[in-house]
């Protein structure tokens, strides 16, 4: 092969990508876009939303404080930026898809769509899940703990969202596991009977991750891990009709 026919190919390989790296840049900027506009406007009602995340506190009879001129200002923004990260987070999932698409095959096509939308979903119902039940659980030990020996505690609007962040993303990406559990048993990585015998080791390692994921206490720590081998059983019955089915 000449040199002229070497930088020909090379050329043909680099437009080729040109359209696809345009294209995902675009995608990219609407991403940002939408994430902006979302942010903005979470900003704008933020006083509603942080009323919506006090709620589990309020129903507690805990009251919350400021301990610095900005802070409350600085937690505002934190509530617009998660606000706009999660609106935003399925509109990429999204953008992915279709980046994507082109290039997959039928079943491929299913699997991606599929799971693209269980991702969102399972991170929502995480989300729930600290809303509902961890944080009151987490908030009345708290409580609990901190009565009858005269010291009075102060909460912190700060930290008390900061808590809140830790324990619904450690709950939205944790249930995602299931899904790849199924992944790999559609896949033919591990089979069920295998996952379960291997039970002792991955209800430690659940323990473990929520242990790094959340506030250091064993109250927060078992109100997440607890759900999680439970969803952990609940995925080997599905990965056993699956087999079965199968054969």
Known sequence: MTTDEADGGSAAGVSEWVPHLEELRRRIIAVLVIFVVAAAAAFAFSEHIAA???????????QLFTFAPAEKFGAYLTIAVWTGAIAAAPFCLLQITLFVLPALRGRERRWTLA???????????????????????????????GAGDGVAALWSFKEYLSILYALALAAGLLLQTPLLLLAAFALGLISPKAAARARPAIILGIFIVAALCTPPDVVSQAALAVPLCLLFELTLVIGRVFQRRQK
């Open 115 to 145: 799971c693209l939308t269980i991702i969102p979903i399972l991170f929502f119902c995480g989300a729930a899940l600290v809303y509902y039940y961890l944080a009151p659980v987490v908030l009345r030990f708290f409580v609990q703990f």
């Open 52 to 62: 919506f995340l006090m709620a589990p506190a309020a129903a507690l009879g805990i």
